[in-house]
C-alpha cells in the first residue's frame, strides 16, 4: 500500500504531517485523550497495514490525561506486529511515561533535557456520589494503579514493590535517570532514519 501524495498548494501544516508519516513518524503532542489517541491509533494502524514489519516512531511531547484514553494507545502499540519506536522531546508525564516506557524494548530513548514523570493514577478533586459507587470507583483505581506498576515494572525490570513505594508521588526523572531506571534504553543523539539507526 502506497502513501497518498498530496498537491503541493495544501498547506505545511498538512504536507509537514504527510512527510513525517512516509517516514513512519507519528506525534502525541498534548493531553492524552480521545482525539489525540484516535490520531495516534488511526496512524498506527495504517502505517501497520502498510508494512508490518517496519518500525514505526512514536514521538512524544505530553503531560498524560485520561487512562482509558492512553490504554487504547497502548493496547494498539501491543497489537500490531510492528517494533515501535518511542522518543520523548520535552515531556513524558504521567499516562505519556507509561506510553514512552511501552515502546519496544532497545528502542526507547529521549532527547537530552527531556523530563519524564511516573505517579500513581489521578483521582478527579471533588467528587459528588452515593458512598456506594464511590466505593466501586475507589476499587476501579486501586486495580488500575496494580495494573500500571505491573506494565512499569515489567517493561523496566525494576522490582514490583520499588515502583510501588518510588509511583506513590510524583516521581521525576532525567532522560539519563530515566535510562538508569530502566524507562529508556538511550539518550537521542541525532535523528537518523529508523533503518539506519544503529541503537
Avoid at 502498510?50 to 487504547?72: F, H, Q, R
Avoid at 525494576?158 to 530515566?178: M, N, Y
Wanted: hydrophobic letters at 40%; proline letters at 5%.
Amino acid at each position: 500500500m502506497e502513501t497518498p501524495v498530496l498537491p503541493e498548494n495544501l498547506p505545511l501544516g498538512i504536507r509537514l504531517d504527510e512527510g513525517h508519516l512516509k517516514e513512519r513518524k507519528i506525534f502525541l503532542w498534548g493531553q492524552v485523550d480521545d482525539a489525540s489517541a484516535k490520531h495516534v491509533i488511526d496512524r498506527l494502524l495504517y502505517l501497520s497495514s502498510e508494512d508490518p514489519k517496519k518500525d514505526i516512531t512514536l514521538v512524544i511531547n505530553s503531560p498524560g490525561g485520561a487512562n482509558t484514553s492512553g490504554m487504547a494507545i497502548l493496547d494498539t502499540m501491543k497489537a500490531v506486529p510492528n517494533d515501535i519506536r518511542t522518543v520523548c522531546m520535552g515531556l513524558a508525564a504521567s499516562f505519556g511515561a507509561l506510553l514512552l516506557l511501552s515502546g519496544t524494548k532497545g528502542k526507547r530513548s529521549a532527547m537530552a533535557h527531556s523530563q519524564i514523570m511516573l505517579h500513581q493514577p489521578h483521582v478527579p478533586g471533588r467528587m459528588e456520589a452515593k458512598a456506594t459507587d464511590l466505593g466501586i470507583f475507589a476499587t476501579m483505581v486501586e486495580r488500575e494503579k496494580k495494573e500500571i506498576n505491573r506494565i512499569i515494572s515489567e517493561q523496566t525490570g525494576q522490582p514490583l514493590e520499588k515502583v510501588e513505594i518510588d509511583t506513590d508521588r510524583d516521581f521525576w526523572l532525567s532522560a539519563d535517570e530515566a535510562v538508569e531506571y530502566g524507562i529508556l534504553d538511550f539518550v537521542f543523539k541525532s535523528w537518523v532514519p529508523a533503518e539506519k539507526e544503529t541503537n
